[in-house]
């Protein structure tokens, strides 16, 4: 079974920046594309950023030039570079495996992301 862990979470200033990282259990890491979402109070999950098993991302609008996704297959470690943020940017991040463009694996509990204006 699939088990992911998020950290890297915290408080930062606006303009500041972050790192994530998603280490992944359970599964041949190489082989699966990943992604990461988030969650502010109040609203829906949405997706940010995803890379695929060949490295190919994509982002959100609201990220693009601000965010960078990337994977570590030796460690088994998805990031999530986290630079410019600003006070939308708060949220609980979370990553999954992906499967045809949608997330297949268990929520873990994420990470806080709190950007003060």
């Known amino acids: 079974q699939v088990q992911l862990v998020e950290s890297g979470g915290g408080l930062v200033q606006a303009g500041g920046s972050l790192r994530l990282s998603c280490a992944a259990s359970?599964?041949?890491?190489?082989?699966?594309?990943f992604g990461w979402y988030r969650q502010a109070p109040g609203k829906q999950r949405e997706l940010v950023a995803t890379?695929?098993?060949?490295?190919?991302?994509t982002y959100k609008d609201s990220v693009k030039g601000r965010f960078t996704i990337s994977r570590d297959n030796a460690k088994s470690t998805v990031y999530l570079q986290m630079n410019s943020l600003n006070a939308e940017d708060t949220a609980v991040y979370y990553c999954?495996?992906?499967?045809?463009?949608?997330?297949?694996?268990?929520w873990g509990q994420g990470t806080q992301v709190t950007v003060s204006s």
């Open positions: 890379i695929t098993s060949r490295f190919t991302t």
């Open positions: 999954n495996v992906m499967k045809e463009l949608q997330p297949i694996g268990s």
């Open positions: 359970g599964i041949i890491f190489s082989i699966n594309a």
